[in-house]
């Protein structure tokens, strides 16, 4: 209604072209209503993009997309109130920086309606993807729907296309930049399971090591973060490859990324023998999951206050014999070193955790 009283009032008298929406008032008293209303929608809009930027990320992070970050949960009550610091800090600058390079809002126009024309178009190309592979809708009911909304979608973009040297290039660079993270993140930790998958010691082999007495039993409890269930953790083959031992009871961890936002499927233990059993803990993308805490809920109890916790600290070598490449892998190492430690994403006791290095080439 706002849009259609601006472009009646500019087809009645083409000056208030200059300023449409101020132009609406026909008084001083109705013009300061218009400030205070645009100040109180801006402080609204604010805080929603501030809000969703903080959700994409965790979602992100827990759908393995993005490098761990620190997540605040600032209610006890309500699941999706956090805070991740990283994130506000960058929003806060970037928003500054675009401010200050823009100098005025009439100038940042061509930045925003692009950014806003292509998420409208990106978002008609994510609604068929989740209707196709998630609703499972058949191609002649979804498709009606998507080429409708690609029609009016796809000529906003091209009708905004003419800003992207007046300023629309920003938020083009901006995407290109986060999709570049996001890109060499889950490439980097393919080759890592690609890597590990290849490692000389497998499941069968910690078996017979354990039968056969050549590992040797010490007393404790050992709990080993694996990714995924079914690879041998770095951490465990370090472990046996330098003392030859491990505790009497073992336990191997993998936390699972559901597509759910709440997970409701239980944490499964598998028995593997007598010494060694791995637990699988599911986790919702709107999920932080404390591992202790499920751990002593759901599988050790009271035992869990007196495990020892086994991390890997691993430093990739950045060459180019790997798949990765040189440049790559040296960015993934980056990003790896600079993201959240386990201890603290998944809630470890510091005093409990124990780290081994690994040198790995991607």
Not at 56 to 68: D, I
Not at 94 to 123: C, N, Q
Not at 128 to 153: C, G, M, N, S
Not at 326 to 354: C, K, M, Q, W
């Amino acid at each position: 209604m706002c849009y259609l009283g601006q472009a009646a009032l500019v087809a009645s008298d083409p000056e208030a072209a200059k300023n449409p929406f101020f132009g609406l008032a026909p008084n001083s008293t109705i013009l300061v209503i218009l400030i205070v209303s645009a100040v109180l929608a801006t402080i609204i809009a604010s805080q929603a993009l501030i809000t969703g930027v903080f959700s994409l990320s965790r979602q992100a992070v827990q759908l393995g997309l993005f490098p761990r970050l620190t997540i605040r949960h600032t209610s006890a009550e309500h699941e999706g109130q956090i805070y991740v610091p990283i994130v506000n800090w960058l929003v806060g600058i970037t928003s500054i920086a675009l401010v200050i390079g823009f100098k005025s809002s009439s100038a940042l126009a061509s930045a925003y309606v692009l950014a806003i024309a292509g998420t409208m178009a990106i978002t008609t190309f994510a609604f068929h993807i989740v209707a196709r592979e998630v609703w499972e809708w058949p191609l002649y009911k979804v498709l009606p729907l998507t080429i409708t909304f690609l029609i009016v979608d796809i000529s906003f973009l091209i009708g905004t296309s003419s800003h992207i040297l007046d300023g629309g290039w920003v938020p083009i660079a901006l995407g290109a930049l986060v999709f570049a993270v996001m890109a060499i993140w889950r490439a980097g930790n393919r080759a890592l399971n690609r890597r590990m998958r290849e490692s000389t010691r497998t499941w069968q082999d910690i078996y017979q090591g354990l039968e056969t007495g050549e590992i040797a039993s010490v007393p404790g409890i050992a709990i080993f973060m694996a990714s995924p269930a079914e690879m041998v953790p770095a951490a465990l083959i370090s472990h046996v490859t330098v003392m030859h031992s491990l505790p009497e009871e073992v336990v191997v961890v993998t936390v699972k990324s559901d597509t759910q936002p709440i997970s409701s499927t239980p944490a499964l233990c598998d028995h593997i023998s007598d010494r060694l059993c791995r637990v699988t803990i599911h986790a919702g993308y709107m999920e932080s999951i404390n591992v202790p805490a499920v751990l002593e809920r759901e599988v050790l109890g009271e035992k869990e206050k007196t495990a020892t916790y086994y991390l890997s600290e691993r430093h990739f070598l950045a060459s180019n014999t790997g798949s990765l490449g040189h440049r790559t892998e040296a960015l993934f190492e980056i990003l790896h070193r600079n993201s959240v430690a386990p201890t603290e994403f998944y809630g470890l006791p510091y005093d409990r955790v124990i780290t081994i290095g690994t040198r790995i080439d991607l």
